[in-house]
């Protein structure tokens, strides 16, 4: 899933104040700042086949003495959850492995002499149990291979040092809406498949958005932010900040942030101001076709049976509804010129359930089908199916589309 990783940690983060507004760091794409990622870059595909111990050690050794050590960490933190993959690797669970060696130290006296026996009948015993040759090192290096400083790197995807500078501006910047308490964002009037394109990106993450405009004139969209919260979410942050690729997508666009942070001296609450707009120079990683909502749209989309006589559309019109937008998940065509609309509902939050059934009885829309999954507590989130008067389709793990078809022919 797009997003699916957290940007940079609060602790590589670098900005500063410039009066009520915040700068967050930038590096620019010269020769120096080239040649360090490109030795960065450099050590992590050397360290494929490694573990990641190995390689956090290479990462110190050089960083040295260097003051610029945070950019270095940040750089290599984008790399490390970017670009590499991660895994244990070992013959049998390591758990289960520790188990057996143990078991057989059990047996004997402790002596080194009869450790190495036991590494060697272990590997023997795996041999014939895995029909494949399990060697003694294999034994020794699954015991602990469940440590995070165990993992080995198994793949690396080589970035050019101009997208992972690329990507370090990026991510410094969307760590700054961490501390948002509110986001304006105005998209002018633009390609209606950017708005598209926007707004799916809006459903994805799963904000809490109040929408303006139309595609003629453009949009207003109010996000409420983590700090806007009771309890300030983290991990609400996190998903604001994933928004901030998504926007780079649109040509023609400004924003404004509301910031809760500290005074340097004072230690109290202040606001501040940031504010991006489609002169910014920043560059997304996000592609540009439709991302799915879910697992389950996924899935529907993959299920779906080729000789239908109904074609599955991702593809949708924007029916708009006081204050917000409402952008179904798929579009359904006969031969015949028949259309309906498909929104599937499978997320638990409370204010999304009712914001939704709101959205779809505001619609008006009678050519309109609900997907709702059995495991939303719809009673708790104080939501009544039949408010709405659409077909619905009720789910458990995956949508089928043999349910989906089965109400079109009714």
């Known amino acids: 899933m797009v997003g699916a990783k957290a940007t940079l940690p609060s602790d590589l983060l670098i900005y500063r104040y410039q009066g009520e507004a915040i700068q967050p760091k930038r590096l620019a794409l010269n020769g120096a700042n080239r040649a360090m990622t490109a030795d960065l870059i450099q050590l992590f595909q050397a360290q494929v086949g490694h573990t990641q111990g190995d390689l956090n050690r290479h990462l110190q050794d050089l960083e040295g003495e260097d003051t610029n050590y945070r950019i270095r960490r ?12 991660f895994d244990q690797v070992s013959p049998l669970e390591p758990e289960e492995l520790r188990r057996r060696i143990f078991a057989l130290a059990a047996q004997t006296a402790p002596s080194q002499q009869n450790g190495q026996r036991h590494y060697a009948l272990l590997s023997q015993q795996l041999s014939q149990e895995l029909d494949r040759e399990v060697t ?9 291979a469940d440590l995070l400083e165990n ?63 139309d595609a003629d004139q453009g949009f207003t969209i109010t996000i409420d932010g983590p700090a806007s919260l009771f309890q300030p979410s983290t991990r609400y942050g996190v998903d604001i900040a994933k928004l901030i690729p998504a926007i780079l997508h649109v040509s023609r666009w400004r924003l404004t942030a509301t910031l809760q942070t500290k005074d340097t001296y004072s230690q109290q609450p202040r606001s501040r101001q940031f504010t ?10 996000y592609p540009p076709g439709k991302p799915y909502d879910s697992q389950i749209e996924e899935s529907f989309v993959n299920r779906w049976p080729a000789d239908s006589p109904w074609k599955l559309e991702r593809e949708v019109d924007l029916i708009p509804i006081p204050g917000s937008v409402m952008i179904p998940d798929f579009r359904l065509v006969h031969t015949d010129g028949r259309e309906y609309l498909l929104e599937i509902i499978g997320y638990w939050r409370p204010e999304y359930l009712r914001k939704k059934f709101s959205q779809v009885r505001q619609s008006d829309r009678t050519n309109l089908i609900l997907a709702i999954s059995e495991r939303l507590n719809l009673e708790k989130a104080g939501v009544d199916v039949s408010s709405v008067s659409v077909p619905v389709v009720w789910f458990k793990n995956k949508l089928q589309p043999k349910a989906v078809l089965e109400v079109l022919d009714t």
């Open 151 to 213: 993992r080995i790197l198994i793949t690396f995807d080589t970035p050019e040092p101009d997208a992972l500078l690329h990507r370090y501006n990026l991510s410094q910047t969307q760590g700054v809406f961490y501390k948002a308490s509110d986001l304006v964002m105005h998209l002018y009037r633009n390609d209606p498949g950017e708005y598209k394109l926007m707004f799916r990106y809006l459903k994805l993450f799963r904000l809490m958005t109040y929408i303006e405009g």
């Open 136 to 144: 003694v090192d294999e034994v020794r290096q699954g015991l602990y």
């Open 74 to 85: 940040g750089l290599a933190h984008l790399l490390r959850n970017h670009f590499a993959t």
């Open 276 to 285: 991006l707009d489609s002169d910014c120079g920043l560059v997304t990683h």
